[in-house]
Structure formats: C-alpha cells, structure tokens
C-alpha cells in the first residue's frame, strides 16, 4: 500500500463512531472510495445501519476523508448512495498520474476522546463563537459556557441518563460495547474501561449491571438514579458545552456527522478536550421512533420540550450530539481501532 493510501485508510480508520464499534467498511478501486455499513460485522451489535447514530457515524468517516484529500489538494466528489435500503457514500477521487504528496494532517490524526475531568478555565470566547461557522448543510452549532445554561443541560443530560439505565435494549447495547480485558481491548474496538473515569473498583461495577437482570433489579432501589448523576456531572463542571443539531432526515445526521468531526478536530488542535454526549439526542430520537418505555415517554417528553427550548429548535430539527469542551487536567488513554484490513480492502493489489 502506498504511502497516501495508507494514510487515506487511516484518516477513514479514525473516525469516530458510538461506542468505538466503527459500524463502517470502505473499499478502493483505484479511482472510487466506497463506504457502506459493514452488516456481517456488526449488524445486532450496535445501531441499526440506517439509524442516526449510524449516519451521523458516515458523515464522520466522510469528514475524515475529504479533510485529508482537501489538504492534499486531491479533488474528489461525493455522491449518496443506498443499498438494500441503508445509506452509504461514494467518493470519487481525481488521483493526479504521480504519486500525490501524502499530506498527513495532525488535527485529523490526533483526535480523541478525554472522558476525564477539566480544568476550571474558561474556554476562550471568540474560538466558541467561531464554531457556529464551521457547521455543515442546515446544521447549526451552539456554545454553552454560562454557567446558568449548563446547569439546564445537566439537568436534561440527567434525565436522559435516567432512562437510558432504565431501558433494556440500550443497556445491553452499552453492556456489548465494554471490554474489560486486555485481549479484548486488543481486538481494537468497543470501550476500553481505562478510557472512562471510573473510581476504584468501577470496572468490577460497570462488569455486573452489564447484565441487565442485576441492572434491573438495582433500579428497584434507585440505581439509574446514582448512574445517571455519576454520567451527568462533568456537564454542570464545564467549562463549555456545544450542541450540534440540524434537520430531522438522514442528510441532516450525516451533516451533523461532518460538522461534529470538523468541530472536535478542530478543537483538539487548538488543544482543547472534547468529550462527546450522545445520550440526550438519542432519547429524543428515539422518542421519534417510539422506542422509549411506556412509563418512561412522559420524562421523554418533558426532556424533548426542554431541550428545544434551551437550544431554539424548530419542530424539524432535533439534536444531534453534545459536546463537553475544556483543557485537560490529564492526557487520556485513547482507544484502540480495528486492523486496517478489517475495514478498508484495497482492490487494486490482487489477493
């Protein structure tokens, strides 16, 4: 593999995705990128491939890519495509006839997730307001750094956390995604426990509710309680916030996915942390869907009317993804990724 197609296979390698499950396979022929959701993978382990999270997860990989070819001054095109009804991305790609400069841009290969805390500095003001520039299609971005209007949103990312504990399928969805030993860190994807913020003996905590009976019958004495305010409270810390929202339709969620990438690419350079919260959008998309529990939809709605009105969505837009935003009190371990040969085959070298 040349020197740029193994970076163009990172670059897509890097991109983020829920819960690091990197739902995507791409495919090069010598002049066209493919990318489609890779069903014999993952298909029951993580989102659906034409769910949100999952396009949201495209428009990333989608990021990635075209940053790279754009600091590499390689033209190319993008084109939507759908298979078996599932979304996918096509990106033709102008090689010139030498080998292009393999351009490897350090905002795109440094991005990473710190689950850590903060340090108690304000983020500069005019970097937040520059954001709101950077978005993709109809997405908009917002910046909280007040400390009134994240206390707002930590009471709703509570809530959300609330019903997430207290619903099966995505508990056992989260509980897919842990790895807990070394071999399976090793494998390269899912959530290596040493990524996250845990307390002493957290690990051992998060491996018995993984199983959603303890889980729940721990709820029966409020455990979803004591979780979701363990999950919520970097939120109310700060120092910064963004949210990413735009239409509710599949463009809307892969534009989020690149305005979301473009953001925590950016804003790793300029060396600030970037955390990302999924848990408040994936309630209120899933209230859409009518996927949340009986008895928890009231709370759904309430959460829902809550935040459209902190971020002044219309009725066609939705929220997309949280952002925590700070300077780092520690260097985060960063999570592993697949081989590159699991998910990115080069048909121009014969097998």
């Not at 298909?43 to 790279?68: K, R």
């Not at 942390?273 to 998309?285: K, S």
Request: net charge neutral.
């Amino acid at each position: 593999m040349s020197t740029f197609l193994s970076h163009l296979s990172q670059a897509f390698q890097m991109a983020p995705s829920p819960d690091n499950s990197q739902p995507h396979t791409a495919t090069w022929d010598g002049k066209r990128l493919r990318i489609r959701y890779d069903h014999a993978r993952v298909a029951e382990q993580t989102f659906p491939g034409d769910s949100p999270a999952t396009l949201i997860t495209l428009g990333a990989a989608i990021e990635n890519v075209s940053e790279l070819l754009t600091a590499s001054s390689i033209k190319h095109d993008i084109s939507n495509v759908v298979e078996g009804g599932v979304p996918g991305v096509d990106l033709d790609i102008a090689l010139p006839n030498e080998e292009p400069e393999a351009t490897h841009t350090a905002a795109l290969f440094n991005r990473h997730t710190n689950r850590f805390g903060y340090q108690n500095k304000d983020v500069d003001s005019e970097l937040l307001d520059n954001l709101a520039t950077m978005s993709e299609g109809n997405c908009k971005v917002s910046s909280l750094a007040t400390a009134a209007s994240r206390t707002s949103l930590w009471t709703q990312v509570k809530s959300a956390s609330e019903i997430r504990f207290q619903t099966r399928e995505v508990h056992e969805w989260l509980g897919k995604s842990l790895r807990f030993r070394p071999a399976e860190v090793a494998a390269g994807d899912g959530l290596d426990l040493k990524t996250m913020d845990l307390p002493p003996g957290g690990g051992l905590f998060m491996k018995f509710i993984a199983d959603w009976s303890r889980m729940n019958f721990l709820n029966k004495f409020g455990a979803y309680k004591l979780l979701s305010q363990i999950d919520s409270a970097p939120i109310k810390k700060g120092p910064a916030v963004i949210a990413i929202s735009g239409p509710k339709n599949q463009q809307g969620a892969i534009d989020a996915g690149r305005t979301i990438t473009r953001l925590w690419n950016h804003l790793n350079s300029k060396g600030l942390a970037v955390h990302p919260y999924y848990v408040v959008a994936d309630q209120m998309i899933r209230l859409e869907s009518n996927a949340v529990p009986d008895k928890l939809i009231p709370q759904a709605e309430a959460l829902a009317e809550d935040t459209r009105s902190l971020l002044s969505l219309d009725s066609d837009e939705i929220l997309y993804m949280l952002l925590r935003v700070g300077y780092a009190k520690k260097e985060a371990p960063r999570s592993k990724r697949l081989p590159v040969k699991r998910v990115f085959k080069d048909l121009t070298v014969p097998e």
